[in-house]
T-cell receptor
């Protein structure tokens, strides 16, 4: 059974720091991987999607990469801002059922001004 | 280009009553997913529709939960005889194969069972 872990569970950093969030799948056979952010009391906002033929994606200060041999992904946030404070979730689709999505438990990020 | 919409945004109901939650996916998206998120918890998969195929109901927690998708578009999640443990935010998402099944989420319906 595919399981997803995210490390750390919570993170607090001062404004301006670069940081890395980690996501790991027990089965490395991932079709695609998506990173989301969720603000308190809100729905999920898609940040980046790494499709089956890709290794990484970048959007502004965010960069996500996927190591398909290990089933590990990282989300890199450069020059963090207080507005980045949110919960970040990774979600992956297994190659055996690529339209299904399995979510990690999330990393709660707090950026201190 | 509207996104995924859900209604109502908030629902308070008495224990034992039935509720219906609605999801309007992005036009043309063939896949539709329902999830539940209890306070402080991660996402719990409930049910998944793909085109005209039989839905994947493997995540429904009990037979009090059911969902349908009419005309391959709008979906309704029904909870019968609600219990207090059903209180959660119910999230809907849709996706499309040509977009790599990137999931787009609605704002959710916050259900409170008193």
């Amino acid at each position: 059974k595919q399981e997803v872990t995210q490390i750390p569970a919570a993170l607090s950093v001062p404004e301006g720091e670069n940081l890395v969030l980690n996501c790991s799948f027990t089965d490395s056979a991932i079709y695609n991987l998506q990173w989301f952010r969720q603000d308190p009391g809100k729905g999920l906002t898609s940040l980046l999607l790494i499709q089956s033929s890709q290794r990484e994606q970048t959007s502004g200060r965010l960069n996500a990469s996927l190591d398909k041999s290990s089933g590990r992904s990282t989300l890199y946030i450069a020059a963090s801002q207080p507005g980045d404070s949110a919960t970040y979730l990774c979600a992956g689709s297994p190659k055996t059922s690529y339209d299904k999505v399995i979510f990690g438990p999330g990393t709660s990020l707090s950026v201190i001004p | 280009g509207a996104g995924v919409s859900q209604s109502p945004s908030n629902k308070v109901t008495e224990k034992g009553k039935d509720v219906e939650l609605r999801c309007d996916p992005i036009s043309g998206h063939t896949a539709l997913y329902w999830y539940r998120q209890s306070l402080g918890q991660g996402l719990e998969f409930l049910i998944y529709f793909q085109g005209n195929s039989a839905p994947d109901k493997s995540g429904l927690p009990s037979d009090r939960f059911s969902a349908e998708r009419t005309g391959g578009s709008v979906s309704t999640l029904t909870i019968q005889r609600t219990q207090q443990e059903d209180s959660a935010v119910y999230l809907c998402a849709s996706s499309f194969a040509s977009a790599g099944y990137e999931q787009y989420f609605g704002p959710g319906t916050r259900l409170t069972v008193t």
